[in-house]
């Protein structure tokens, strides 16, 4: 039978730099382990209209997006989920008493709100996006403002214990390091993106594979027996079953050629 790998983006398929470079050796690989009958699949905190263009030429199976919120195979959506616009709104309107920062994160697109502190990460992030030719107009007075999942960025005056408090009651907080906080619905992350493919492909876990690099990886990597951690990602080495070389020395080769996967 087949195997299956699941593919983080940043920091594992591409650079996380402003270069964001796949290594020739990962496009090899990839293509390698698709031609010897391997389902590959991109597993991303990234919505699905952020999937660029140059991830997808690639070739990969299918894709699961914003945490577990979108799965797509074969070109087809199996699942999408969206939140309730009336709570997106009460939530924007949190957000401005928590005197936070957030970029709300859609399947179609991206909303900010310029009511919200002004923050270093916020201006890198659209400069990144405006670089990539993103529309960055959306904004939270939008008609068709609503989001899947939404990223923050904290300041010295933002009010965390009022964040924690109320946002923790729906979602899962994850703590991205530097102030910046990715908050994904209850129920939702990377796993069950996984545990929905498997049983909906008929694969069973033994045959599942992930790699990724950072935190909110970890539901991912904890979700199958083969785990692999991009190295230099020290914060995740001890969730994980095997540690490949870091990503500009052919990690995504190795890691595949160590599994037997090309």
């Known amino acids: 039978m087949s195997s299956i790998i699941f593919f983080d983006i940043d920091g594992t398929i591409a650079t996380e730099d402003e270069r964001s470079l796949i290594p020739q050796s990962t496009r090899e690989a990839i293509a390698r382990t698709r031609k010897n009958g391997n389902l590959t699949f991109i597993n991303s905190g990234r919505t699905a209209f952020n999937i660029s263009p140059k991830i997808k030429e690639l070739g990969f199976d299918g894709y699961i997006c914003g945490c577990g919120t979108y799965i797509e195979y074969g070109g087809k959506v199996l699942f999408s989920r969206t939140i309730e616009q009336s709570e997106c709104r009460s939530i924007a309107a949190l957000m401005r008493k928590c005197r936070v920062t957030p970029v709300y994160e859609h399947t179609d697109g991206y909303f900010f709100d310029d009511k919200a502190p002004n923050c270093e990460g916020l201006e890198s992030f659209m400069e990144v996006f405006v670089d990539s030719g993103i ?49 994904v619905p209850s129920g939702y992350s990377k796993a069950t993106g996984i545990e929905f493919i498997l049983k909906k492909l008929g694969i069973p876990m033994e045959k599942a594979y992930a790699i990724g690099d950072s935190m909110n990886d970890l539901p991912m990597l904890e979700a199958v027996p083969n785990s ?21 020395e052919d990690g995504i080769a190795n890691a595949l050629k160590h599994f037997g996967l090309i």
């Not at 959306?138 to 946002?167: H, Y």
């Not at 020290?234 to 540690?243: C, M, N």
């Open 228 to 248: 692999i951690a991009m190295g230099g990602a020290e914060r995740i080495y001890p969730y994980v079953s095997y540690i490949t070389t870091p990503i500009e």
């Open 135 to 183: 529309d960055i107009s959306g904004r939270v007075e939008d008609e068709d403002f609503g989001f899947d999942k939404f990223v923050i960025w904290t300041t010295p005056d933002s009010n965390m214990e009022l964040f924690r408090r109320e946002i923790g009651k729906n979602f899962s907080i994850i703590d991205r390091g530097g102030g910046f906080y990715e908050n």
